[in-house]
């Protein structure tokens, strides 16, 4: 069945698998094409926008999604979790005269919400979208990592600076896209790699430089083989603090990779799956960054989930999620939610509900409750009977099925992630009747020191500029070096970085491929082929067939 986008007007398809989940969730087919979809839950997200603020439980100055003078409530996560409040006290009656949408848009404005999304930290600051972690510095969408900084999607890692979507690795720095890694800096795509630099799309190498494509090796420099006492000799004479030196051996790098074979889907141990970085999956289409799924459709960074469409963020032992944001750790039958986890079930438009809570429509901060609407207490049978006089009013004020609106979020468009990969201008959001945020925060200006005056070998950098505020070179946007980063560049022999942590995550996405499927044929067969490289980019693309053929 093709359709038509009630926001962007462009035709979609829905299809018969898509239809028949639609069925099971008993949910009508969605209006809006996947990529509005997208856009609209990524409304409900914030990432990185974070304000120093006051937790509305205990008046003490804490980090938040919400700026000062916000009228939303924001307590501190410990403050949130613990018993000194409970959401019902904000239960109200549904109003059958009045929009769904209206009347869930005022309990929000009630409720007390998380200032961020953490759980199980110690010693850590500056965090959001994280758990389990010790030690760790202006990290985002992370767990169980320890003695870390400036990380996104980072997962069972140990030391590092400035990577993104990383597992199990340790001591690395400047890395995307690795995996069992140990000692890597200003690398992509690897696996198991060691004590190595300026790697791309490398398997089980150590003592490496600048290579791109290799499987088993040691020793080798921007893919040529030496022998050990040549390697270190060459590696010697390279001087990591000096910038001169990194920016030649990047440039070389860089050439080197554009010359090298990319296969036109990346993930292992895959069957039948369409999309790119997957992962131990099955049935799985047009999905991106996931692991361990079955019969998903549009989701995107999800793991170990089974039966779910259109969900962004989580998983971990998920089942039937539709239409959903950051939802995971045993959920089970939840439509239209965000911020909802940990055994919740059953669940349909709530947000931030955890901790099984259950049976329940249209809550906000719920914690192991059951058989609530608008966080409002009703006996199994009461509500057995108000849902579908709910759903039928809904159905006449045409929300039924719709996920929250981006005019009813609780974030400002601009800190929102639907900003990083849907950018509106002031101009279009305030034309879309959203809001906009004209104060983030983040300063220029203000910096106390010119880059003239900090050395570029660590080593002559003093302790001193820790005490300093510094410019970005490229937005002028003003940051700090922390005493633990400080200690990090100078174990690793880095100079201090000259962009501010914003630009550089946002050049770190820039080098992964976008998430978006086109139609091109394999550089070597001629197959047709679905991936991510668009038909006009340069790079040579083969079929996993024959990149295996090449590469082994």
Not at 257 to 275: C, L, P, W, Y
Not at 317 to 328: F, L, N, W
Not at 338 to 364: M, P, R
Not at 384 to 396: D, F, L, R, V
Request: charged share 30%; with cysteine.
């Amino acid at each position: 069945m093709q359709k038509e986008c009630k926001q962007c007007q462009s035709g979609f398809t829905v299809d018969e698998r898509d239809q028949a989940f639609y069925e099971k969730m008993k949910v009508p087919a969605p209006t809006f094409c996947p990529d509005c979809r997208l856009q609209r839950r990524l409304s409900w997200r914030v990432e990185r926008v974070l304000y120093m603020n006051k937790c509305g439980a205990t008046g003490k100055k804490i980090l938040s999604q919400f700026p000062p003078g916000s009228s939303y409530k924001s307590y501190f996560h410990e403050a949130w979790y613990g018993d000194g409040w409970n959401a019902k006290d904000y239960g109200r009656d549904f109003d059958f005269s009045r929009p769904f949408f209206e009347q869930f848009d005022e309990l929000i404005k009630s409720v007390p919400l998380l200032a961020t999304n953490v759980v199980n930290l110690q010693n850590c600051d500056f965090l959001n979208q994280c758990g389990w972690s010790k030690n760790c510095y202006f990290t985002i969408e992370a767990d169980h990592n320890q003695d870390s900084m400036y990380g996104y999607r980072v997962f069972f890692n140990k030391t590092f600076v400035d990577c993104t979507e990383m597992i199990t690795s340790e001591r690395c720095y400047e890395c995307i896209d690795c995996e069992k890694c140990f000692q890597l800096k200003y690398s992509q795509l690897c696996e198991q790699c060691s004590d190595s630099s300026f790697l791309f799309d490398c398997r089980s190498c150590s003592y490496c430089f600048g290579c791109t494509g290799l499987r088993q090796k040691k020793f080798c420099m921007f893919n040529e083989q030496l022998k050990e006492e040549e390697y270190k000799e060459k590696i010697a004479m390279f001087d990591f603090s000096n910038r001169e030196h990194i920016s030649v051996a990047q440039n070389r790098f860089d050439a080197l990779k554009g010359s090298q074979i990319r296969k036109a889907f990346i993930g292992e141990q895959n069957d039948n799956v369409t999309g790119n970085y997957i992962y131990e999956s099955k049935d799985c289409f047009d999905c991106f960054g996931i692991r361990g799924c079955r019969d998903c459709r549009y989701c995107q960074l999800v793991r170990d989930s089974k039966d779910c469409m259109d969900v962004f963020v989580f998983g971990d032992k998920t089942e039937r999620v539709y239409e959903s944001e950051c939802c995971g750790e045993n959920l089970n039958n939840v439509r239209f939610c965000t911020g909802c986890f940990s055994g919740a079930q059953d669940l349909t438009y709530c947000f931030q509900c955890i901790q099984t809570t259950a049976h329940c429509f249209g809550c906000v901060g719920l914690k192991k409750q059951e058989y609530c609407i608008l966080n409002k207490q009703y006996t199994k049978r009461e509500y057995e009977e108000m849902i579908p006089k709910i759903i039928e009013h809904m159905k006449k004020t045409d929300e039924w099925g719709e996920f929250f609106p981006a005019s009813i979020s609780p974030y400002s468009y601009n800190e929102t992630t639907a900003n990083e990969y849907f950018p509106l201008s002031k101009e279009d959001v305030v034309k879309c009747s959203l809001k906009w945020q004209d104060n983030l925060p983040f300063t220029k200006g203000k910096e106390t020191i010119s880059w003239d005056d900090i050395p570029d070998d660590i080593d002559e950098v003093p302790d001193s500029i820790i005490d300093e505020i510094i410019a970005c070179k490229e937005t002028g946007k003003n940051y700090r070096i922390t005493k633990q980063e400080l200690t990090f560049y100078r174990n690793f022999r880095i100079p201090i970085p000259k962009l501010h942590p914003d630009e550089r995550h946002k050049r770190r996405i820039q080098l992964r491929n976008p998430r978006k499927l086109w139609k091109r044929e394999c550089g070597k067969c001629g197959e047709g082929i679905d991936t991510t490289y668009a038909p006009d980019r340069e790079e040579i693309v083969y079929c996993e067939k024959c990149y295996l053929d090449t590469v082994y």
